[in-house]
């Protein structure tokens, strides 16, 4: 069973950046997609990107795209989500959950999973407030 602990949340100011944690254990993330979610208090879950494991390939939300940076250290089982320039609209608790359907590289295709029901596995969540 593949078990996934976030962590790195916090308080931030607007135009400040935070780093996000996803630490897997119980299983290998290799060979798994990594996505990052997060709800909004009131609001449904929206994805915000996606990584494959095994290849790196990555892609981003509209909302997130130029701002937000995943990626991956196979070597010690975590995914990051590093975001810069933070909105108040960022504002709300991030999950990470991994699956099997592929997530490809932006360059080439804006069709990745964004629906939860696509990932398997899930972490418990780390809230991000962006306020001053």
């Known amino acids: 069973q593949l078990q996934l602990v976030e962590s790195g949340g916090g308080l931030v100011q607007p135009g400040g950046s935070l780093r996000l944690s996803c630490a897997a254990s119980?299983?290998?993330?290799?060979?798994?997609?990594i996505g990052w979610f997060r709800q909004a208090p009131g609001k449904e879950r929206e994805v915000v990107s996606c990584?494959?494991?095994?290849?790196?390939?990555?892609n981003y939300a509209d909302s997130v795209k130029g701002r937000f940076t995943i990626s991956r250290d196979n070597a010690k089982d975590t995914v990051y989500l590093q975001m810069n320039s933070l909105k108040p609209e960022d504002t709300a608790v991030y999950y990470c959950a991994a699956g099997v359907r592929p997530c490809p590289d932006s360059r080439w295709s804006r069709t990745f999973p964004r629906r939860s029901y696509e990932y398997e596995y899930w972490g418990q969540g780390t809230p991000v407030t962006v306020s001053s």
């Open positions: 119980g299983l290998t993330l290799n060979f798994y997609t």
């Open positions: 990584i494959v494991t095994s290849v790196g390939t990555t």
